[in-house]
Every structure is written in C-alpha cells, then in structure tokens.
T-cell receptor
Framework: QKEVEQNSGPLSVPEGAIASLNCTYSDRGSQSFFWYRQYSGKSPELIMF????GDKEDGRFTAQLNKASQYVSLLIRDSQPSDSATYLCAVNSFSGGYNKLIFGAGTRLAVHP | KAGVTQTPRYLIKTRGQQVTLSCSPI?????VSWYQQTPGQGLQFLFEYFSETQRNKGNFPGRFSGRQFSNSRSEMNVSTLELGDSALYLCASRAASGGDYEQYFGPGTRLTVT
C-alpha cells in the first residue's frame, strides 16, 4: 500500500512566524508532489507543486523536496491568520498502468494573532 | 479560464435511493477524477476517467459508478444509498498531457443521506 504521511496537528504558530509542514511518502518511484490548502467547508486548492529535488519558491510559500529521504515540506513565511487551514500533501504514484494522486490526511495549521 | 464546476452543490437523499452528481472540467482538461471526503477517512480516491474510459479505480463498492462524455464532462452515480455515503464528493480535473499532473478541484457536492 503506497502511503503519504502527515502530522495531523494542529500546528499552532504566531502571526509573522514561519510555519513548517512536513510530509513523507512510501513510493520511491513518485515524481510529482503537490500541496493543497483546504479551508473548513471548502474544497482543496492547489498552492504549490514540485517535481525536482531542492526548493521551489512562490511568494510566501516554499516547497522543499528530498527524493532520497522521501520527504517533502512546505514552508509558509510571515504566516497570517488567513493561512489557518488544513494543508494536504499529495504524491503522484504510478499504479495499475496509470498515474494517481495519493493524499495525506492533512495537517491543520492555526495561526494566532 | 473557468474552473471546475460541480452540480448540485448540496443534496439530501434517503437510504436506498440513488443519486447522480455532475462535474464539468476546466476547458481543455481531459481527465476527471472523483474523490469522497469524510472527517474520519479523509480524501479517498473513487475513480479517474480519461477520454471516456475509466483508467483507475479506488476501493469502493460497485454501487459507485461513473462515466465521462465526449466533451469531458463526467457524472458519478451512487445506487442504493447508505448512511455512510454522506460525504463531500469532489471532482478534480487535469490536462493529462505530457508531464502535466497538476489537478484542480471543483467546489464539491455535499451529500447527506438520511
């Protein structure tokens, strides 16, 4: 069973701090990695994707990928209360002849003023 | 470009009934995937359709079925509804061409079974 693991949280950080969200995956063949943000009662929104080892930055968000350690993380700089949401890590896995996204259970982030 | 749309947004059904949910992908996207999301189980993959063919299927009973039309719109059907089918049903589309694996979700259909 190919799995994606995340700490369920809640991860509580003060406003202005860096929030660090982590994800590990079991399928060594995975090539594509995604972070989704989901507000309560809403659908997941794609905020970052990364395909190569290293860092990828987009505004206040940085995705980090280490395929050797099977580890992907999301850093949110200058965290705002509006960043409070559940963050889902998703990994593309080749299964049954086709690619499929496997989601972690999500980490709940709470940014307090 | 318009996003993924789903109809209806909310639905209340009774046990034993059946339901059909609809999803229109982003223009140009050929792949549609369906997911069930519940507080206890998280996001569970139901199936994926591409060019009117089911390419992948999750671990759900045969009561859950789907199809895709030539314009890439997709429908999901659940027959003989059970209380445990109450969930947020999400569809997601992606271009599915080349190395493009980014998947975008619709707003979801919240199904309540009483």
């Amino acid at each position: 069973q190919k799995e994606v693991e995340q700490n369920s949280g809640p991860l509580s950080v003060p406003e202005g701090a860096i929030a660090s969200l982590n994800c590990t995956y079991s399928d060594r063949g995975s090539q594509s990695f995604f972070w989704y943000r989901q507000y309560s009662g809403k659908s997941p929104e794609l905020i970052m994707f990364i395909y190569s080892n290293g860092d990828k930055e987009d505004g206040r968000f940085t995705a980090q990928l280490n395929k050797a350690s099977q580890y992907v993380s999301l850093l949110i700089r200058d965290s705002q209360p509006s960043d409070s949401a559940t963050y889902l890590c998703a990994v593309n896995s080749f299964s049954g002849g086709y690619n499929k996204l496997i989601f972690g259970a999500g980490t709940r982030l709470a940014v307090h003023p | 470009k318009a996003g993924v749309t789903q109809t209806p947004r909310y639905l209340i059904k009774t046990r034993g009934q059946q339901v059909t949910l609809s999803c229109s992908p982003i223009s140009g996207h050929r792949s549609v995937s369906w997911y069930q999301q519940t507080p206890g189980q998280g996001l569970q993959f139901l199936f994926e359709y591409f060019s009117e063919t089911q390419r992948n299927k999750g671990n759900f009973p045969g009561r859950f079925s789907g199809r895709q039309f030539s314009n890439s719109r997709s429908e999901m059907n659940v027959s003989t509804l059970e209380l445990g089918d109450s969930a947020l049903y999400l569809c997601a589309s992606r271009a599915a061409s080349g190395g493009d694996y980014e998947q975008y979700f619709g707003p979801g259909t919240r199904l309540t079974v009483t």
